[in-house]
T-cell receptor
Framework: GESVGLHLPTLSVQEGDNSIINCAYS??????FIWYKQESGKGPQFIID?????DKRQGQRVTVLLNKTVKHLSLQIAATQPGDSAVYFC?????????????FGSGTQLTVLP | NAGVTQTPKFRVLKTGQSMTLLCAQD?????MYWYRQDPGMGLRLIHY???????AKGEVPDGYNVSRLKKQNFLLGLESAAPSQTSVYFC??????????????FGAGSRLTVL
């Protein structure tokens, strides 16, 4: 079946370095992608989203890249800080409809080393 | 602004017991959702509601019931709890239209253990 998945379940980076979290999707009909951050003991928190008619979108210290050719999504975090340690989820939405149609990946645990 | 509030935060049940999780949002969102989160798996949609008085099944609805009597509240019920329902439950909400229609606002979660 179709699914959203992550290449690596864990990622460790040095404080100050850039982080790249990857996500693969298999349905070329997906038109919307979103990244969430989940800190320990808390609910997921929206980071950034991107539509399929875009290749790149930037936020504050974060950039999402979408490569539709290889069906790949990445989240880049610049100058990673200790507060960035969390689980990061990507999700995709296929076609028109509400957020209920979001399909979530299993997450990547990002650990920022001092 | 409180956002999405879930109660209780923790609960331990014995097999066969019943309970209700309460979700309240103060953002006037039309849509509300209940997800469960299990280790190594993504969030899975249990039930959702597109407005007061309406509910619909999600991906994993079996063993759960929901009610949306008021726009701001969404209740998740377990009539006869089973160990397979041990999980962390998240409530979320979103507006019906506009730029934020695809963005879910989540509560802090309710950790349920069924013995």
């Amino acid at each position: 079946g179709e699914s959203v998945g992550l290449h690596l379940p864990t990622l460790s980076v040095q404080e100050g370095d850039n982080s790249i979290i990857n996500c693969a999707y298999s349905n070329s009909a997906s038109d919307y992608f979103i990244w969430y951050k989940q800190e320990s003991g808390k609910g997921p928190q929206f980071i950034i989203d991107i539509r399929s008619n875009m290749d790149k979108r930037q936020g504050q210290r974060v950039t999402v890249l979408l490569n539709k050719t290889v069906k790949h999504l990445s989240l880049q975090i610049a100058a990673t800080q200790p507060g960035d340690s969390a689980v990061y989820f990507c999700a995709e939405k296929r076609g028109l409809g509400s957020a209920r149609q979001l399909t979530f990946g299993s997450g990547t645990q990002l650990t920022v080393l001092p | 602004n409180a956002g999405v509030t879930q109660t209780p935060k923790f609960r331990v049940l014995k097999t066969g017991q019943s309970m209700t999780l309460l979700c309240a949002q103060d953002m006037n969102h039309e849509y509300m959702y209940w997800y469960r989160q299990d280790p190594g798996m993504g969030l899975r949609l249990i039930h959702y509601s597109v407005g007061e008085g309406t509910t619909a099944k999600g991906e994993v609805p079996d063993g759960y019931n929901v009610s949306r009597l008021k726009k701001q509240n969404f209740l998740l019920g377990l009539e006869s709890a089973a160990p397979s329902q041990t999980s962390v439950y998240f409530c979320a909400s979103s507006p019906r239209t506009g730029a934020g229609a695809n963005v879910l606002t989540f509560g802090a979660g309710s950790r349920l253990t069924v013995l």
